[in-house]
């Protein structure tokens, strides 16, 4: 009786070292923006400035790159670090000085980043 409940319990760990809230997909890899506060690009903020286009890029290292388009031809790209926890990703932009959230669903990532509400698609 003792070797079986001891195999019920060596089986019963196993499974929970497999969790089931992981994302199904690698977490690594490049994202489009589509959306910000559920408008699809471009996104017109209060001082009109527009956004056009951007590109997230999370690396195996745990570093990532965004970089940001806009209409008045300007660029700019924010770099730091990111670490993964079930899906609920913890961003440090180093660039800007601040740390923000994120979740992954499936090939959806979606930031909350000063109020602003951005929804990217894996490529």
Do not use: H
Request: glycine share 10%; hydrophobic share 35%; with cysteine.
């Amino acid at each position: 009786m003792r070797k079986f409940v001891a195999l019920a319990l060596a089986f019963g760990l196993a499974a929970c070292a497999n969790d089931s809230t992981a994302p199904s997909t690698s977490v690594e890899g490049s994202y489009n923006l589509r959306t910000v506060n559920g408008t699809t690009l471009p996104y017109t903020f209060s001082n009109g400035l527009q956004l056009v286009n951007e590109q997230l890029v999370l690396n195996s290292d745990g570093s990532f790159s965004d970089a940001s388009q806009y209409s008045n031809g300007q660029t700019s790209v924010d770099s730091g670090y990111w670490t993964n926890l079930n899906g609920s990703i913890t961003f440090n932009d180093v660039t800007a000085g601040i740390t923000y959230q994120g979740s992954l669903s499936g090939t959806v990532l979606t930031e909350i980043v000063a109020g602003y509400t951005q929804t990217f698609q894996k490529n």
